[in-house]
């Protein structure tokens, strides 16, 4: 299957500085990428959904001045967590859709704000 | 209605047994279905697609789909431990997007 990575795996941080995450699709073009927070023992949440070129389209209840989605080009996509407080601590999972319908996932990242 | 629902589980399956799991869905256009395996701890990976109605076998796993009826299944033949996970459902909506069911909890019984 195609290969989605996440950078960085873990983070810790103080509160209220800002996180940035990216996340490559290492051997296809993602038209689509996606975003998704899930917090133990519960279901993934969507966040938000990114083009490449285009404004993401974020989920009702997501703020999008506190997470800032860029999706610059066709193998990347960037989350910007910022003023990042402790209840946004979550694993953070991108998603990528290249010309199919099949998503596949990156391994996540686990943020921790202190 | 939610749009994509499976029972949460857990459900406990003997070692070597068949494991059923069951996945219904609200959008009668829906055209494409997955199933997904998310260890604890980890993300979720594909196991596998499924898009014309009947079964589609991929060795010990076989995807069942009946769309007149909405509904999906995932079979595991000769269930391991390692199998013991949280399958999730998806299913392709409307506006482009993936839905995903919140999950069902499968134990396998050594």
């Known amino acids: 299957g195609a290969v989605v990575s996440q950078h960085p795996s873990w983070v810790i941080c103080k509160s209220g500085t800002s996180v940035k995450i990216e996340c490559r699709s290492l051997d296809f073009q993602a038209t689509t990428m996606f975003w998704y927070r899930q917090f133990p023992k519960q279901s993934l949440m969507l966040m938000a959904t990114s083009n490449e070129g285009s404004k993401a389209t974020y989920e009702q209840g997501v703020e999008k001045d506190k997470f800032l989605i860029n999706h610059a080009s066709l193998t990347l996509s960037t989350l910007t967590v910022t003023s990042a407080h402790p209840e946004d601590s979550s694993f953070y999972i991108c998603s990528a859709r290249g010309v199919v319908e099949t998503q596949y996932f990156g391994p996540g990242t686990r943020l921790l704000v202190l | 209605q939610k749009e994509v629902e499976q029972n949460s589980g857990p459900l406990s399956v003997p070692e070597g047994a068949i494991a059923s799991l069951n996945c219904t869905y609200s959008?009668?256009?829906?055209?494409?279905f997955f199933w997904y395996r998310q260890y604890s701890g980890k993300s979720p990976e594909l196991i596998m697609f499924i898009y014309s109605n009947g079964d589609k076998e991929d060795g010990r796993f076989t995807a069942q789909l009946n769309k007149a009826s909405q509904y999906v299944s995932l079979l595991i033949r000769d269930s391991q431990p390692s199998d013991s996970a949280t399958y999730l459902c998806?299913?392709?909506?409307?506006?482009?997007?993936?839905?995903f069911g919140k999950g069902t909890r499968l134990h396998i019984l050594p």
């Open positions: 959008d009668r256009g829906s055209q494409s």
């Open positions: 998806a299913v392709d909506h409307r506006d482009d997007k993936i839905i």
